[in-house]
């Protein structure tokens, strides 16, 4: 196994364009990101870990998967509880359980419902395997705040794509 990276960034709410995946926003921020990941490909990264949040994260794994066709790559989903996506809609769901056939490694961290800490512990769990983390991240509060901050403290590298303004830090 080589390096690994992780994946965090906002929930499609967060972003500009929503839930619009058609709108040119976001077609043009998915290949910023797919470009991140095939350059960490490039320097020897081939095992990557996904939460599987709506949004970035489920951006990310597809473009891993995609990538698989033409690399050697290992995908995890790091899973926080069981029936993670139970309450998204269904075409939500559909798209979720897609990835989750692909993947080649499913680590479901707790076996509880959902609770707010599992998202956390999910987050840690995936920067502590990490030397590389891929931020689509805006500055504003939440879950994605918090994974950039650990990130830091825990000296991991950081890829920041500023999904605004499509920035690469």
């Not at 967060?14 to 040119?24: G, L, S, V």
């Not at 931020?135 to 879950?143: E, L, P, Q, V």
């Amino acid at each position: 196994m080589g390096k690994i990276a992780c994946a965090t960034g906002h929930r499609p709410e967060k972003f500009r364009f929503k839930y619009n995946e058609a709108d040119p926003e976001c077609i043009n921020l998915k290949r910023v990101l797919k470009n991140e990941i095939l350059k960490l490909i490039n320097h020897g990264y081939d095992y990557f870990i996904s939460g599987m949040a709506l949004g970035w994260d489920m951006w990310f794994a597809e473009a891993v998967l995609e990538l698989k066709e033409e690399y050697s790559l290992t995908l995890e989903l790091a899973i926080p509880c069981v029936g993670q996506e139970k309450t998204w809609p269904e075409k939500s769901q559909e798209r979720y359980q897609k990835i989750k056939e692909q993947a080649d490694i499913v680590t479901v961290l707790s076996k509880s419902s959902y609770y707010p800490y599992l998202m956390i512990q999910r987050d840690e769990y995936m920067v502590d395997k990490s030397n590389m983390l891929v931020a689509g991240y805006n500055g504003s509060k939440g879950g994605t705040q918090h994974t950039f901050s650990y990130a830091i403290e825990k000296g991991v590298n950081i890829i920041h794509i500023n999904p605004d303004t499509k920035t690469i830090r």
